[in-house]
């Protein structure tokens, strides 16, 4: 029997979708003439050349710190799960490469921020979208968009919150900035995958340089597309495209005379009138900038007792003073601190060469080197280094600096300073050393 | 592939290379989490977001917005496309410079100027946090000063000379 045919229901139509709510979600509530995306496009391409240069000196630096150096002593990132070091700085690197390397981390990150800032106005549209979700390519672009612009405002404020010394979160500042950095890496090689061909129409309609040319009079709209970053009820233009690009340059320009100075030093570092380690102390041969005081890892009293003595340990131990050490050949070379922070400053230092030190406890050329400060608290205190940097002629336990003692400051009775290393490792206040064959 | 196409909205390499993006996010998130502190990780990276999209710009585009009213920078007439006469300097864009240039100073330096960073600077260099605000402040001055100078400068130049055309006539 044949089932009785059902009556066909009418189609149902869906609800319209209703309109955006009032406010940023329709567009007509943009007004500024000069969104758009070329002028996004500009900031984008300026922005990603200064990230370049950030992401490849920060990655310079995790390599610097030598985390895959024995038993995880250099490995501040915690020791497990990473990758291990991508690019490093060549073993015959000059004595200042990391010196310029960080200040370029530092210095162009630091400049990049009102490029970022400009670039995040130029898209803020975009936000307020609507609808918020639509086909599932929408909603994870979506998603992407969030972890790029959430991880890059992350590594610009923790960055610049901790050369500062300030820290009012809990979570450890190296981690959280190298592991934060690689979400940044990843969701901005993606976004630059995603948004090239955008890039490539805004250049090719626009020309890459002419809405440079356009004055105050001649600063028009870039043409209207629905959904597109160009406002439907664009305002009169107050400035010009070249002089809000002027403006983000006045910025940069700034923050650039305010900082480089600690880096670079000379005449510079008087106008770097902002630099967290800007500042002259004196003129003396022991005044220039101290990372950690003696005061503050509580080593003082330890590092002026006349009783100290270093062992050194290798196929032999000995022990010994510091008249013992003066009494040794002693070397000076001009080599730089450089802080991770970003700011350097280039010293004669004196003292034995780490080659000869490893000789007299007879230990040989391929042996790598552990060393442990007297300091009783704060990291750093136990360092390990490659046998190719205790190799290196211009290695030194450091006695002496420009002609006179070591200030406790600096690491009296002796420290250990090396070429191109961050200057955290060129750790302070030496109680032991130990040559480890590999 | 069309039927890929209608339903998620993009080619198959678009939603590969985003899951690999998630991928490696995620092992770094992992990676960060492991040393605790989630909550805390968490509120800084999307407040920091959340800061910016929702206070930060809000609050500077309303402040600009203020400026243009109080300028009449809006009500001014547009400058004329192509006119040989010199326009008459906008007095907005050297109040724009000056006050992004120290805000961004701020923005940036703000533990130093406002003295968040007094403690640990003390303890750290041996020596304590002073000058930054002074600097900071001279620095503002500077910006100010300089700014309003040009302009003063460029609305000399832009005024129409007082002796035009009754000098080329010819003396009776």
């Keep these: ?438 | 592939m069309a039927g890929f196409r209608r339903m998620y909205g993009s080619n198959p390499l678009h939603l590969l290379a985003h899951a690999g993006v998630f991928f490696i996010a995620g092992w770094a998130i992992n990676q960060i989490l492991r040393a605790g502190f989630v909550i805390n990780w968490i509120a800084w990276f999307l407040g920091a977001a959340l800061l910016h999209d929702l206070v930060l710009l809000p609050l500077y585009s309303l402040l600009d917005r203020g400026l243009m009213i109080t300028t009449g920078a809006r009500r001014e007439p547009p400058p004329v496309a192509d006119s040989a006469a010199r326009a008459r300097p906008r007095a907005i864009n050297h109040l724009r410079v000056p006050a992004v240039v120290s805000a961004i100073l701020l923005l940036v330096y703000f533990p130093l100027i406002l003295g968040y960073s007094s403690h640990n600077y003390r303890f750290d260099t041996g020596h304590a946090l002073a000058g930054y605000t002074r600097n900071w402040l001279l620095i503002c001055a500077g910006l100010f000063l300089f700014s309003a100078l040009v302009y003063t400068v460029r609305v000399i130049r832009s005024r129409p000379r007082a002796v035009p055309a009754a000098d080329e006539q010819p003396s009776d």
Aim: hydrophobic share 45%; glycine share 8%.
């Design chain 1, 1 to 438: 029997m044949k089932a009785p045919r059902l009556p066909r229901l009418p189609a149902i139509k869906p609800p319209p979708l209703p309109g955006p709510p009032p406010g940023p979600f329709r567009p007509r509530f943009w007004r500024s003439p000069l969104r758009g995306p070329w002028l996004t496009s500009v900031l984008g391409s300026i922005l990603l050349v200064m990230i370049a240069v950030v992401a490849v000196t920060g990655l310079i630096s995790h390599s610097a710190y030598q985390p895959d150096v024995v038993k995880g002593y250099n490995a501040i990132v915690g020791p497990r799960g990473d990758i291990g070091p991508l690019i490093s700085l060549p073993s015959d690197a000059p004595s200042w490469a990391y010196a310029l390397s960080q200040g370029a981390h530092v210095t162009i990150g630091l400049i990049a921020i009102p490029v970022l800032l400009a670039k995040l106005w130029s898209v803020i549209p975009r936000l307020f979208a609507w609808p918020p979700v639509g086909k599932p390519a929408q909603s994870i672009e979506r998603l992407a968009i969030l972890l790029l612009v959430g991880s890059g405002l992350f590594e610009f404020v923790t960055g610049v919150l901790n050369i500062q010394v300030f820290y009012p979160w809990h979570f450890l500042f190296v981690r959280a900035h190298y592991y934060g950095a690689w979400i940044f890496i990843s969701a901005l090689a993606l976004h630059v995958c995603v948004k090239f061909p955008t890039v490539v129409r805004a250049y090719r309609d626009q020309g890459v340089l002419r809405p440079l040319k356009a004055d105050l009079a001649n600063t028009k709209p870039e043409p209207f597309r629905p959904g597109g970053l160009v406002s439907p009820s664009p305002a009169t233009p107050t400035i010009s495209r070249r002089g809000l690009l002027g403006l983000v340059g006045a910025g940069s320009l700034a923050l650039l005379i305010a900082n480089l100075g600690e880096s670079v030093g000379g005449p510079l570092r008087r106008i770097a009138l902002l630099a967290p380690r800007g500042r002259v102390w004196g003129t003396g041969p022991n005044d220039f900038q101290v990372n950690k005081a003696a005061d503050s890892v509580k080593v003082t009293a330890l590092a002026s007792d006349p009783r100290w003595r270093l062992t050194v340990a290798g196929a032999r131990t000995v022990s010994l003073s510091r008249p013992q050490l003066m009494a040794m050949t002693q070397h000076t070379y001009e080599l730089p601190i450089a802080c991770v922070e970003g700011w350097s400053t280039t010293q004669h230092w004196t003292g034995v060469r780490l080659r000869d030190l490893a000789a007299l406890v007879g230990a040989s050329p391929d042996a790598f080197l552990e060393v442990h400060s007297i300091q009783p608290k704060g990291p750093y205190r136990h360092t390990a280094y490659p046998a190719s940097q205790v190799r290196d002629d211009r290695s030194l336990l450091a006695l002496c600096v420009n002609g006179v003692d070591l200030s406790l400051d600096h690491g009296y009775p002796a420290r250990i300073i090396i070429p191109a290393l961050p200057g955290v490792h060129c750790t302070k206040w030496l109680g032991s050393m130990q040559f480890v064959e590999a």
